[in-house]
C-alpha cells in the first residue's frame, strides 16, 4: 500500500484524486494545492504524490525544491519537459484510476511513466537545425567553458569555435550563450 499526497487546484478536484487513490487500494496522507505542496510534503512524507497540474501552472520551480519526492503528474504539458524537472511520472488530465494506480505502483517501484500520447511532444532525435559539431559545441558552452577552452578539448582553433558559437545562436534564435543553452535544454538537443 502507497501512503499518496494529492495536490490539486480545486476541492473538487482534490476529493476526485483521493478517491481514485482510495479505490486503487492505496493510503491518502494528505491533500494540498500547488503553493502548500512543498511544505507539506516535507511534514508528511508520502511514498508519492499525485499532482494535477492547472494548464497555466509551472510546476518545474516545485519539482525541483521537492528533490527525492516522487511525483506523478496529471498535465497537458510536454512530459519531456516535466520529467526534466523531477516528475517521475506524467499522465494526461483525463487517466483513469486503473492507470493512475499503475503509475504510482510503478514509481514507488523506481520506474519512470508516461503516456504514450505524450510521446507527440518528444523531441525527435535527428531533427536537430544544429550541426553535431555545434551541438558538441552548445555542450561545452552549458558547461560554462569559455571559446579558448572549448577549442584545446574539441582540437579546432579558437576563430572556428567562434564560427560555431555564431552559428548556432542564429539557428536557435538566441541572443546569448545562455539564451542558447536554455533552448537547447528546451528542444532535447543537450541535457545538463
Known amino acids: 500500500m502507497i501512503r499518496v499526497l494529492v495536490a490539486a487546484p480545486s476541492p473538487v478536484s482534490r476529493a476526485g484524486l483521493q478517491a481514485l487513490v482510495r479505490d486503487g487500494g492505496n ?98 532525435r535527428g531533427t536537430s537545425p544544429l550541426t553535431a559539431r555545434e551541438v558538441e559545441v552548445l555542450r561545452l558552452v552549458a558547461e560554462g567553458l569559455p571559446n579558448k577552452e572549448i577549442a584545446w578539448r574539441l582540437g579546432i582553433s579558437e576563430h572556428t569555435v567562434k564560427f560555431h558559437v555564431s552559428a548556432l545562436l542564429g539557428k536557435l534564435g538566441a541572443g546569448s550563450r545562455a539564451e542558447a543553452v536554455s533552448a537547447g535544454i528546451r528542444q532535447g538537443m543537450i541535457m545538463l
Open 27 to 124: 493510503t491518502v496522507a494528505g491533500s494540498a494545492v500547488s503553493g502548500e505542496l512543498v511544505e507539506i510534503a516535507i511534514d508528511l512524507h508520502p511514498d508519492a504524490i499525485l499532482w494535477q497540474l492547472s494548464p497555466d501552472e509551472d510546476a518545474a520551480p516545485t519539482l525541483r525544491s521537492l528533490e527525492d519526492q516522487i511525483s506523478v503528474l496529471l498535465s497537458s504539458s510536454a512530459a519531456f519537459d516535466l520529467i526534466r524537472a523531477g516528475a517521475r511520472g506524467v499522465l494526461p488530465l483525463d487517466a483513469s484510476a486503473a492507470q493512475i494506480g499503475a503509475a504510482l505502483d510503478a514509481v514507488s517501484k523506481g520506474l519512470g511513466v508516461f503516456s504514450p500520447e505524450h510521446l507527440d511532444s518528444a523531441p525527435e
